[in-house]
């Protein structure tokens, strides 16, 4: 059974830094594309980035573009995302995601497991 435990969430003010990291166990690391989405209160899971199995392809969202970097250790079975320049609306709970492909995808319907995710608070 695939577990994906996310941490590293907490508060930050406006313009600070965060990187959260996500653990995955019960399956091979090395076989999943990896992802980031997020969710807000009242709102949508929204995709924020994601990385191809061996690390060479990245894709973002507009919104993190430049901001956010994602990266893949598969000597800890570990993805993190490291958020600098932060913003009042990347204020959400932050969830990871993991799917058995070759290619990445932005839509929370391409990844089948999922972590139970972090908050992030993002202040003024």
């Not at 980031?36 to 990245?58: H, L, M, Y």
């Not at 492909?101 to 391409?110: D, F, K, Q, R, S």
Request: glycine share 12%; hydrophobic share 40%.
């Amino acid at each position: 059974q695939v577990q994906l435990v996310e941490s590293g969430g907490g508060l930050v003010q406006a313009g600070g830094s965060l990187r959260l990291s996500c653990v995955v166990s019960g399956g091979t690391f090395g076989r999943y594309a990896m992802a980031w989405f997020r969710q807000a209160p009242g709102k949508e899971r929204d995709f924020v980035c994601a990385i191809n199995v061996s690390g060479s392809n990245t894709f973002y969202s507009d919104s993190v573009k430049g901001r956010f970097t994602i990266a893949r250790d598969a000597g800890k079975n570990t993805v993190y995302l490291q958020m600098n320049s932060l913003k009042l609306e990347d204020t959400a709970v932050y969830f990871c995601a993991a799917a058995d492909v070759l290619t990445i995808a932005a839509a929370t319907t391409g990844y089948p497991y999922w972590g139970q995710g972090t908050q992030v608070t993002v202040s003024s």
